[in-house]
């Protein structure tokens, strides 16, 4: 062989070699699902329970997936599932590698690796939040990696938590569509469902709309770590959990209902 084929030959096989790594890397790196398992939580002592009322959503972003596909207008007025976020703010993507990292906070769940997560948790979800196939990826690679619990249990517990404040929220909020609304009014109710001071682990957040200016768009509910949200029997109820999470400040204080 002579020698110029030779150093062809070697050239190509160093090719080769670099993009079976490349492709192993994307296998086994990028395209991994972690499994709750597979991170430490970050030191954490509560935890936020985030809704976001279903009209105010589509009429601050009319361009979310859940709202041009018509699956929020579908549930009628009522909170959605945002999240279940470990506190402080910053505690998130918790071990998990950049370019995940990256792809999940473009909020594409066609861009991030599926999570593992049981079909009747699934299910469940894509009845409470406003697009589980994109949000679902993106608040478990952003916050459930740094809950310290699997992603069924992350999100199972953040199910059961929605589905009971929306008993609460949402006879409230549909009976003030098309007028106001004040904290003190929802503090107050809180204090009379789950005890006094439970109002104050409740806080809303407002988006300013052209043509209806600031209207109720988030609230948070104040939680211990998300660790101590199941016991023995699944998820604790949120009478015996409010309690436990730290005070929040007002938010905004008063705003319109879409």
Request: charged share 20%; hydrophobic share 35%; aromatic share 6%.
């Amino acid at each position: 062989m002579r020698r110029g084929d030779v150093v062809v030959l070697s050239i190509s096989c160093v090719l080769t070699a670099i993009a079976v790594a490349a492709v192993t890397f994307s296998v086994r790196v990028l395209d991994h699902t972690p499994s709750g398992a597979e991170f430490d939580s970050a030191q954490s002592g509560s935890s936020w329970l985030v809704l976001t009322w279903g009209p105010s959503l589509c009429a601050a972003e009319p361009t979310n997936a859940g709202c041009t596909s018509g699956h929020v207008g579908t549930q009628g007025p009522t909170w959605l599932l945002h999240g279940l976020w470990p506190q402080p703010a910053d505690n998130q993507y918790c071990g998990v590698p950049k370019e995940i990292a990256r792809r999940a906070s473009d909020l594409k769940g066609s861009h991030m690796p599926s999570v593992d997560i049981g079909g009747d948790v699934r299910s469940t979800l894509r009845s409470l939040m406003s697009d589980e196939a994109s949000l679902a990826p993106h608040e478990w690679y952003a916050h459930g990696t740094c809950s310290g619990v699997s992603p069924d249990v992350f999100f199972s517990d953040a199910a059961a938590l929605t589905e009971q404040a929306r008993k609460v929220l949402d006879p409230m909020f549909t009976e003030a569509q098309g007028g106001r609304i004040a904290l003190s009014d929802v503090r107050d109710k809180f204090d009379r469902e789950y005890g006094a001071g439970a109002g104050d682990r409740l806080r809303l957040s407002c988006r300013n709309v052209t043509g209806q200016g600031g209207v109720v768009y988030e609230l948070h509910l104040s939680l211990p770590s998300v660790t101590e949200i199941s016991g023995p029997d699944g998820t604790r109820p949120l009478k015996d959990l409010i309690l436990d999470g730290p005070p929040l400040g007002q938010g905004c204080r008063n705003a319109s209902v879409p």
